[in-house]
């Protein structure tokens, strides 16, 4: 199906800045530096007085970290210790496109390339106020109808002191220019969906906003973790198959980053319905995947790369087994880490998907608002049980450390709930009462079933979607 079109241009509203306030704003500041005896270009001189930070979306990414849903905020969780399943990456860091790329039949207009090249030079150049909003968005304008191919031309005509002044002006940029994180998304957008794996390896290495950061995924205690994450991963393409026998709740398992509110979220609608998933996701002709999620209800497109962040060459993150791919070799299913990474570059980096609401999670996937309550008020056996019939999902968010725990919590290995931690609601047996949990760390982790009256003592709050409208 096609995907969703969103446009932030409408938000920029720089013109009457760019083209009132500048002029004045830049004679006195011009006029300032050249008393002192500054010959630095204004323009560079003020750009990191002047950079506009942006916040990021999510609630969590602060010093402190856990690796598990915190439902009060004071908790810190555990993650359980993973042995390395010695998988091996089949593509090494020299390859030029990537593995699931369809073969090319792009061919190169190189007129079209001199012009636009010309053009986004001219853009760049910027003269005496610098480079403005308008120019950044004359730069994007002569991409706009250039094929794969020939996106990949114009960047390999390009120094790499240009790239860098490129980005140096989308991120800081003078007065009145500059863009913000959704407006560079947009330039992302277009280069990512077509160009090579060797272009984008090589813009990957001038901005972070092509593979995500996860210099900071855990906080300081990974920080000063010489084998943590943090410190010992990087990005590869692995062996792969997008999806592998189906769309299942049990392909995803929380890997060594605090994301256990999303991946709850993800298994609960998968549940409900694997298609919201087979939806979400296209495969592009150069081999990476644009995945639609949702912000505030609004359908936003976030493309990835196959590149995902590994340790000893097994995904870090969420985590997987190798298994056996349609063409015989031992690989992974990569739609769980494709959805996963998307987030992450929708929100900034890594980090800032740590610790958040498993009825946020049901809302970036579905774009349906989700319901929240204590589970004294929650839904009854039947009501959950007509409404995961009717396609809806459920989460939860358990107890805090500081609760007094009913014996439901313990060993998470012995079929014990955890702290601070987010699960969602397989099944409900509306006859004897029951309701079945999952935790989200993977099939190692056997679901639990409560009684009702267990259930509601259990968690601190329920969240539910329909899913679809």
């Avoid at 330039?187 to 972070?208: F, M, P």
């Avoid at 570059?345 to 989700?370: K, M, N, Q």
Wanted: net charge negative; charged share 25%.
């Amino acid at each position: 199906m096609p995907q969703p079109t969103w446009d932030v241009r409408s938000e920029r509203g720089a013109a009457t800045l760019e083209h009132l306030g500048v002029v004045v704003v830049a004679v006195l500041l011009v006029g300032a530096l050249l008393a002192t005896g500054f010959t630095t270009r204004v323009g560079v001189q003020l750009a990191c007085e002047l950079r506009s930070i942006v916040t990021q979306a999510g609630t969590c990414g602060g010093d402190e970290v856990p690796t598990t849903y915190d439902a009060d905020g004071d908790g810190v969780g555990t993650q359980p210790t993973r042995i390395d399943d010695g998988g091996t990456s089949e593509s090494g860091g020299d390859a030029t496109t990537y593995d699931d790329a369809l073969p090319s039949t792009e061919t190169v207009d190189q007129d079209a390339v001199d012009d636009a090249l010309d053009d986004i030079r001219d853009a760049l150049d910027g003269g005496f106020f610098g480079v403005r909003g308008g120019d950044l968005d004359d730069a994007m304008d002569a991409l706009d109808g250039l094929n794969g191919a020939e996106i990949d031309t114009l960047i390999r005509s390009m120094s790499d002191d240009e790239l860098r002044h490129w980005i140096n002006e989308l991120e800081d940029g003078w007065i009145g220019g500059g863009w913000d994180r959704e407006q560079r998304r947009e330039l992302w957008e277009l280069i990512v969906g077509k160009a090579s794996k060797a272009t984008l390896d090589r813009l990957s290495g001038l901005t972070d906003e092509i593979q995500p950061s996860f210099d900071d995924v855990g906080g300081d205690g990974a920080r000063d973790d010489p084998e943590s994450v943090a410190n010992t991963a990087e990005y590869d393409e692995v062996n792969h198959q997008l999806v592998v026998g189906g769309i299942r709740p049990m392909d995803i398992a929380q890997g060594a980053i605090g994301d256990c509110w999303y991946m709850a979220s993800l298994m609960a609608v998968v549940q409900a319905d694997p298609s919201v998933i087979e939806d979400a996701i296209t495969r592009n002709a150069n081999g990476t995947y644009t995945v639609r999620l949702y912000d505030d209800g609004e359908p936003v497109d976030i493309t990835v790369t196959p590149d995902m962040v590994v340790r000893e060459d097994n995904p870090a993150f969420s985590y997987q087994s190798p298994q056996k791919l349609a063409d015989g070799s031992q690989g992974y299913e990569l739609w769980p880490l494709v959805m996963e990474k998307a987030l992450a570059l929708l929100w900034g980096d890594y980090a800032a998907i740590e610790g958040d609401s498993p009825g946020l999670g049901l809302e970036v996937v579905t774009g349906e608002s989700s319901t929240s309550s204590s589970l004294d008020d929650a839904p009854s056996v039947s009501e959950l049980d007509s409404l995961l019939d009717g396609g809806g999902a459920v989460t939860l968010a358990s107890l805090g450390e500081g609760d007094d725990l009913p014996d439901t919590y313990g060993n998470a290995s012995g079929g014990g709930l955890v702290t601070g931690h987010a699960y969602y609601v397989k099944s409900v047996n509306a006859t004897k009462g029951t309701v079945t949990v999952v935790n989200p760390w993977g099939s190692d982790y056997a679901p639990i079933t409560l009684s009702y009256a267990e259930f509601q003592d259990s968690f601190s709050t329920i969240y539910t979607n329909g899913v679809r409208p």
